[in-house]
């Protein structure tokens, strides 16, 4: 279990004044306000490239784009453009061919669509759930369709989730989808397959070939609101949620609804993120308010799984991470205003 930590320290922040510090395994970008959401690009053209939202109780926000130079030991800030509220979410165009324009998405008040080219980062679209009324439910999360690029899902407080033709830039369809404000969404292998978890408690399937139904893959005893789900892009059987306030992580087989195949339970405080290996079906990071992130091997047993493969103790509460898809031994954790790269 120690073999993360023997590797990586104890990630302490060391930060010098270039904002950047690094041991042989980790390296530290200190931002000029606290993050929240990142994300690192798929793009083979842009390698150790992310995108990082300020976390500012505020209208005004800003985006960043930020490169690891590794053979330097120090990250290159490229841009900085301003954003309309806290992004709750950034990703990157899942393009692992570079063959398309490199787009970047936001979500906040609207779903934003950004192109990066040689001079910059520049606005694309603004999208808006409700064009018919002042006021836009706050966009919670969303997901970009990996099997096909021009069509993103959004999750609302609304309770609504919203299917995006980010190339007509128009709605395709939303969808009531929980009871209670929908927390995050994800898409599955087939494209026309997502899910979306909610305050309502509950994980529920859609397939927008025929939206007349859902399958209910899980509810929470006590219907505790269900807070972030992702799905197991290697293996489409396996779901991981976490609930609120909860510091276990709970995995699904979407064949067995209703039933948990899996249960993580090493946090010792509330679980903030998780994700899958992008190249193994068995492998999934968490992290959480413990200042712990946490990868596991679900080959190791099923039910009550208690023993992490590695262990990694940030300095402080670690609010978000991305696991990188093109270079797949890097993780990336946030807290408070550090970003830290860690090489498994």
Known sequence: MSSLQRLLGDGRDTSSEDNTSSSSEVYTYLAPWAVYSFNFSSNPHYPFQLALGSFIEDTNNSIQIIQLLPEQ?????????????APTKIMWIPDLEGSHPHLMATSSDHLRIWRQDESGLSSVSSLVNNRHSDYCGPITSFDWNANDLTMIGTASIDSTCTIWDIERQAMKKQILTHTKEVNDIAFGHDP???????????????????????????????????????????????????????????????RSPGMPLAVLQSHQNFVNAISWAP???????????????????????LGEIREPMMVYNAEAEIINLSWSVLQPNWVAIAYNKSLQLLKL
């Open 279 to 301: 190249n193994s079906s068995c492998y999934i990071c968490t992290a959480g308010d413990d200042r712990q992130a946490l990868i596991w091997d679900l080959r190791r047993s």
């Open 73 to 85: 030991a120090r990250f290159e800030v490229k841009t900085t453009i301003p954003h309309t509220y």
């Open 192 to 254: 026309n397959i997502f899910a979306s978890v909610g305050a309502d408690g509950s994980v529920r399937r859609f397939d927008l070939r025929s939206l007349e139904q859902c399958t209910i893959l899980y509810e929470s005893q006590g219907y505790i609101p269900l807070l972030r789900l992702a799905w197991n892009k290697i293996d489409p059987n396996y779901i991981a949620i976490i609930m609120m306030d909860s510091p276990t992580v709970t995995i699904l087989d979407v």
